[in-house]
């Protein structure tokens, strides 16, 4: 069972905004409005930021926010903080009733 | 305040067994699926199965069914991953995490994570 496609690394600068994206098929992504995604600092474990493509739980800043087009789903965060480096996690419902998480992108402030 | 608190590194040998728990707290444990992830050590995450500790219903990903089980004992809200004979590919870190919504799969609260060294 195969990961969902992210890029490697994505860099901003302060202040900056950048996009992740979060390829699958319709199997997955396309197929449901089921994307998730988490933040993981260094030795830590995994913060749930955006549920459902777009909605964020309560505490989670409105500077992230998602997003989904066909087959891509893609998490933009706005106003790039220091705190922001950290690897990002896309994850989505996948037919056959399992969960699949994507490949993870590192960003570097 | 919810959470989620697993017990301690292991280290083991190949071969050996080994059960490691989720203790959650602040929450009704019956009513919410909990999922395990591995990480393995510098990779991705990797959902690896859910419980649903109300009626122990179980859904494994493809690639871990048969090479670990899942359990949970309601009446000390506490879900388990157990292995029968461990692997040096078994290494990794564990997380146990609560599933907000079963068919969304988004999960809320997780655990701090067990480091599970396998090496002979």
């Known amino acids: 069972q195969s990961a969902l496609t992210q890029p490697a690394s994505v860099s901003g600068s302060l202040g900056q905004s950048i996009a992740i994206s979060c390829t699958g098929t319709?199997?997955?992504?396309?197929?449901?409005?089921?994307v998730s995604w988490y933040q993981q600092h260094p030795g830590k474990a995994p913060k749930l930021l955006i549920y459902?493509?777009?909605t964020r739980p309560s505490g989670v800043s409105n500077r992230f926010s998602g997003s989904k087009s066909g087959n891509t789903a893609s998490l933009t965060i706005s106003g790039l903080q220091a705190d922001d480096e950290a690897d990002y996690f896309c994850?989505?419902?996948?037919?056959?009733?399992?969960?699949?998480f994507g490949s993870g992108t590192k960003v570097t402030v | 305040e919810v959470q989620l608190v697993q017990s301690g590194t292991e280290v083991k040998k190949p071969g050996e067994s080994l059960k490691i728990s989720c203790k959650a707290s602040?929450?009704?444990?019956?009513?919410?699926?909990i999922a395990w992830v591995r990480q393995k050590p510098g990779k991705g995450l990797e959902w690896m199965g859910i419980?649903?500790?109300?009626?122990?219903?179980?859904t494994h990903r493809p690639s871990f069914q048969g090479q670990v089980t899942l359990s949970a004992d309601p009446s000390i809200s506490t879900a388990y991953l157990q292995w029968n004979s461990l692997k040096a590919s078994d290494t990794g870190i564990y997380y146990c995490?609560?599933?907000?919504?079963?068919?969304?799969?988004?999960?809320?609260?997780w655990g701090q994570g067990i480091l599970v060294t396998v090496s002979s």
């Open positions: 995490a609560r599933l907000g919504s079963y068919r969304s799969g988004w999960a809320d609260y």
């Open positions: 994850s989505s419902y996948r037919t056959t009733a399992t969960l699949v």
């Open positions: 419980i649903y500790p109300g009626d122990s219903d179980i």
């Open positions: 602040g929450y009704k444990f019956s009513d919410y699926w």
């Open positions: 319709g199997s997955d992504v396309g197929g449901y409005n089921f």
């Open positions: 459902d493509v777009k």
